[in-house]
C-alpha cells in the first residue's frame, strides 16, 4: 500500500486508544439493530458529497463498517478510503464486512482505531469526508472538527449527521431507565442529542474554519412493532452502556424490560411508530 501510505504520517505512533468498554461492548448491538435504520440516511450524505467524483474519502466513526462497506462499493473504483472508529471490535466489524461483501477491492480500505481528535493523515490528504451520528459522542467536538479541517483540501465537502432533537426513541429510553434506577442521570451535555441545534453546531464548523454551511433534518422511523423485541434491545442497550445498570440483579432487569415493554405499547397505541430526528450540516473549506 505505498500510495496508502502517502496519505499517513506515522499511523504507527498514534497511541491506541486502547480498550473502549462501553464501544467495545455495544458492537453487537449497534451492528444488529440500530446500524440498520442509519445507512439508508447514509447514502444522502454520500449523494450529498458526490462520493463518485472523488479519490481520498475519509470516514469518522465507521462503527462495524455497514457505511464505510456502501461507500466502498459506491465510490470510484480508483478511490483510496480510509476509516476510524475508538473501538477495536468495531473495527474488526468492519474490517470483516468490508473484506466479505468487496472481495480484492477492499484492499483500498484502511481502518484505524483513533477517537478523532489527533488524525493521524497529512494536511490536506482527503477531498471528501462523512462522519455519521459520531461528532456529538467525543469528547471534545471542536478539536476533532479543527481537525477534519486540516485534513479536507481547500473547497471540498464534510458532511455530518448528529442526532437532532430528543424525540421518542431515546425519550422514552431515558424516562423508563431514570425512573427503575431510581434517580435521573445529570445531563453533562455529552448526550446523544448534543448538538442537535443548528445554531450550536454552525459554530462549532464555523470556528473550525468552515463555510458554505447547509443544514437540513430528517425523521428516522424505527420499524419495530414487536414490544418484545423493544424492550429486550433497550434492556442490553442500558446494562452495556449505563453504569447504574452493570451488573445489576435479575430482578431489576426483568422490571426494567418490563416497563420498557408497557410504555413501548402505551406511546406507540398513542403516536404510531417510534422516530428520532437527525440533523444533517454540509460544509466546505
Known amino acids: 500500500k505505498n500510495e496508502t501510505q502517502t496519505y499517513l504520517t506515522m499511523a504507527e505512533e498514534v497511541p491506541s486508544p486502547g ?5 467495545d461492548d455495544f458492537a453487537p448491538l449497534y451492528d444488529d439493530i440500530l446500524e440498520e435504520y442509519t445507512v439508508p440516511m447514509g447514502h444522502e450524505m454520500m449523494y450529498m458529497v458526490k462520493l463518485n ?3 481520498r474519502i475519509l470516514e469518522l466513526g465507521s462503527g462495524p463498517g455497514r457505511l464505510l462497506n456502501e461507500i466502498c462499493s459506491l465510490a470510484n473504483p480508483e478511490a483510496l478510503i480510509f476509516g476510524t472508529d475508538i473501538s ?8 470483516n464486512r468490508i473484506r466479505d461483501q468487496n472481495g480484492e477491492s477492499s484492499n483500498r480500505v484502511t481502518l484505524v482505531q483513533l477517537d478523532n481528535h489527533a488524525l493521524p493523515f497529512a494536511t490536506n490528504s ?14 471534545d467536538p471542536e478539536k476533532m472538527a ?6 479536507l483540501t481547500k473547497g471540498n465537502p464534510i458532511i455530518f449527521s448528529v442526532w437532532g432533537r430528543k424525540g421518542e426513541f431515546f425519550g422514552l429510553q431515558n424516562r423508563v431507565a431514570d425512573e427503575v434506577a431510581g434517580d435521573a442521570t445529570e445531563d453533562d451535555g455529552n448526550g446523544f442529542n448534543r448538538l442537535g441545534n443548528p445554531v450550536e453546531l454552525k459554530k462549532v464548523l464555523q470556528d473550525a474554519g468552515f463555510s458554505r454551511i447547509h443544514f437540513w433534518t430528517r425523521n428516522l422511523q424505527f420499524n419495530i412493532t414487536d414490544p418484545d423485541h423493544y424492550s429486550t434491545f433497550f434492556t442490553q442497550v442500558q446494562m452495556t452502556l449505563d453504569p447504574r445498570y452493570k451488573g445489576c440483579s435479575e430482578e431489576k432487569r426483568e422490571k426494567l424490560c418490563q416497563r420498557y415493554k408497557e410504555e413501548f405499547i402505551r406511546s406507540t397505541d398513542a403516536n404510531g411508530p417510534i422516530c428520532e430526528e437527525i440533523l444533517f450540516a454540509l460544509a466546505f473549506k
Open 146 to 151: 479543527k481537525e477534519c479541517h486540516r485534513v
Open 53 to 55: 467524483t472523488r479519490s
Open 19 to 23: 480498550k473502549n468498554t462501553m464501544w
Open 126 to 139: 482527503f477531498d471528501a469526508i462523512i462522519s455519521s451520528l459520531n461528532l456529538m459522542l467525543v469528547k
Open 88 to 95: 477495536r471490535p468495531m473495527i474488526d466489524r468492519a474490517q
